[in-house]
Structure formats: structure tokens, C-alpha cells
């Protein structure tokens, strides 16, 4: 009874836990899916959502009755827990249906629109960087972060510019001409 009611806990924690990503108020995992290089990682934290959801019934189901399980409760549990198995072991087929729904945050949604696949990596990397009440600040308010994207956004494109560093090589050389 006791392991139950533990991993009740725990499966209600991972449930809040994608929930929280799916509002929008954690941004590392999704973050982190953008650190990788190759062909792009989609994180479906809806189906993370899910998943943890079904265990957590299904955990409530064997603590509340153990003797007697309510079959739709179960059947609705066990259908969930396929989707997401499906969704996992065939990303590709899931993909087309799953790109239609709102299943990531405002801000992943806005910041994909503007930003190209080297643009979110070097987000992802940078945000590796920011110290960690800075990262709590940018976590909370959508706005700001957004923001810092940006500025991230600019500076990748400052960076790869040469035309900066022909125009400085020449200005160089036209002052050290006139000497």
C-alpha cells in the first residue's frame, strides 16, 4: 500500500512537471532538444503530459479500489498510454498529426516562426551560459526571453557578417596609406 501511495507521488510530481513545461513557465527541456545536432528532435511534452497522467490514474485506480477496477477509467488509461506509445515508436506518422495541434508553449511556437534550425542551437547553447537567476527570470516572463532570443539571433547573424571585417581591414589600410 505504501509503494503504491510513493509512486502515486511520483507520477503525480512528472505530471505536474509536464504540465509546467506545457504552460510555458520551464523552458530547459525543450531548450535542451535544440543543443542537438543532426536532424531535428521534436520533444512532444503533451505526450510526456499524457503518459504521466495514465499512471498517475492508473496508480489512483489500484490505491482508491483495489478489489474492483472501474473498467472506463482503465480503458481510457490504457488507450492514452497506446497513443503515446504510438507517438513514440513512430515519430515520423505522429509528426504530421501532431504538428496541428497547439502542443507547445506560446513562446516555442513564436520564437520557431523567426529563427532558423543554427539560430535555436545557438540559443540552446547559451542558454547553458546564463547564470541561474537570470535563467528563473527568463523562465517566468515569455516577453523577456523572447527578447534575449533576439538579441542571441543578432549577435549570430553580427557574427557570421565578414563585410564588418572588410570594411575595418579597409579603414585600416586607407589610415595607414594617408600616414
Not at 490505491?63 to 481510457?76: A, M
Request: charged share 20%.
Amino acid at each position: 500500500m505504501w509503494f503504491n501511495v510513493l509512486v502515486l507521488l511520483i507520477c503525480l510530481f512528472f505530471t505536474f512537471r509536464a504540465l509546467v513545461i506545457i504552460g510555458g513557465w520551464w523552458k530547459e527541456p525543450i531548450l535542451r532538444t535544440f543543443r542537438n545536432y543532426g536532424s531535428e528532435v521534436r520533444y512532444y511534452p503533451l505526450a510526456h503530459f499524457l503518459a504521466w497522467f495514465c499512471a498517475s490514474l492508473m496508480m489512483m485506480i489500484m490505491i482508491l479500489s483495489p478489489r474492483r477496477t472501474p473498467t472506463i477509467i482503465l480503458l481510457w488509461a490504457m488507450a492514452l498510454f497506446f497513443t503515446i506509445m504510438w507517438v513514440r515508436n513512430y515519430p515520423d506518422t505522429a509528426r504530421t498529426l501532431l504538428d496541428r495541434l497547439p502542443i507547445y508553449p506560446l513562446w516555442h511556437r513564436r520564437l520557431r516562426e523567426y529563427t532558423s534550425r543554427y539560430e535555436r542551437r545557438r540559443i540552446g547553447y547559451l542558454w547553458l551560459y546564463l547564470p541561474s537567476h537570470l535563467r528563473a527570470l527568463l523562465n517566468r516572463h515569455d516577453e523577456i526571453f523572447l527578447q534575449w532570443a533576439d538579441f542571441v539571433v543578432m549577435g549570430a547573424v553580427l557574427e557570421e557578417d565578414h563585410s564588418v571585417d572588410r570594411f575595418e581591414a579597409s579603414y585600416l589600410e586607407e589610415t595607414l596609406y594617408e600616414r
